[in-house]
């Protein structure tokens, strides 16, 4: 099979680190997918899959003339995305059964990406990446998270692949045209996000491995603003980070579970994002989303609810979004907040998830709101029908 060949060729002129090929052993782990022509593509006997030891940041995916196809990652990818792991899992407060323990500020952390990105060349990835993560060590725990998160980006980048042979058309290629159209790409984006979810049905692990697939296209659509160009038969990644959050919505059973799985997701994603624009000379501030602003809500009324943190953090936390928030933007945060913690919804939410005691702290601190964000929640809770 000459992907095969083409493989062990490759691997032989440019041998790969210490820890050998880690695409191969991560591919098969993957579970069956659900799509059954992906499912036929990843089981097939015509398929290579493995990592060449090249710095570029990207992932190919090469056909022969014999039909074997040879789906890649580059080494320079995988360690990048390794190194961000590392130092995204540095964040927030970590709770083990010796207590919690304090992570390091998000400026700091920050920091470390905008130097991370900093390491990205027209000719790759720079071989000595920064040390800042590697100075603060992590206890086995956040290891094992940052595996999945690595795992999860991984995943993703590999099911993307396979849609690049289950939609392969010689004629494309020889037209100069991409080898797959935008619905292909999103069929292959949101077929890879659902394998990893369904990965490992741990909320933990469900989190984190959604977070490896947001993770690893804004890291991406980074390295676009850094100068990097992307091969031909793939698109623009910033397109698509938000296309894995729209194709998250129906995947979910309710606007609830939707926010129950993202939080994670949304926090990493802001972070690179902060630092991809520091990285490229933008301001040290992101603009406002609204889906953003919520999921920093949601996970601050959670924290709150599990006796992590003291509700006087949540004012403060959300003071700009709610005074600085576009009336569209706030309209729909308080859209968000009467779906969920309104009261007549809580019979079909998940019990586990606690929405009805995060609704509780939500309204407790109701008179501590900027006057227009309660103005807005008043006109979206009165607004909801009852019974709905």
Known sequence: MRAAEE???????????????????????????????????RSSAN??????????????????????????????????????????MQAGTF???????EGRSIEDLIIDLKELFLTWTPQGIQENLPSGAILSPLDPARIADANILLNGALRFILCHELGHVRFYDPARNEANRPALTAEQETISDTTGMQAALLSDPGLGAIRMNLAGCVMSLRILAVFGTLGHTFTGDHPDPLSRVNNIFAALRPF??????????????????????????????????????????????????????KGRQEKTIIVPLMAREFEEATPEQLKEIAEYAAEIFAANAFARLYAGQ???????????????????????????????????
């Open 95 to 101: 709770h083990t059964e010796k207590g919690a323990e």
């Open 252 to 305: 979910c059973e309710s606007q609830a579970q939707y926010w129950w799985v993202s939080p994670i997701a949304y926090a990493f994603d802001e972070l690179l994002e902060t630092a991809g624009q520091r990285a490229t000379g933008g301001p040290d501030v992101l603009p406002i989303l609204a889906d953003r602003a919520f999921s920093r809500l949601a996970s601050a009324l959670e924290e709150v609810m």
């Open 47 to 88: 398929l290579a899959v493995g990592e060449m030891n090249l710095r570029q940041p990207n992932a190919k995916t090469f056909h022969f003339p014999d039909g074997s196809h040879l789906i890649t990652i580059f080494s320079g990818l995988i360690d990048f995305y390794s190194f961000a792991c590392q130092i995204l």
């Open 7 to 41: 493989l062990a060729k490759r691997q032989r002129e440019s041998p790969l680190g210490q820890s050998g090929d880690r695409v191969h052993s991560l591919f098969q782990s993957l579970p069956p997918m659900s799509d059954a022509q992906f499912e036929k593509v």
């Open 354 to 388: 606690k929405w009805a005691e995060k609704g509780a702290i939500f309204r407790s601190l109701y008179h501590e709101w900027p006057a227009r964000a309660v103005a807005a929640f008043d006109e979206a809770f009165k607004a909801r029908k009852p019974g709905a």
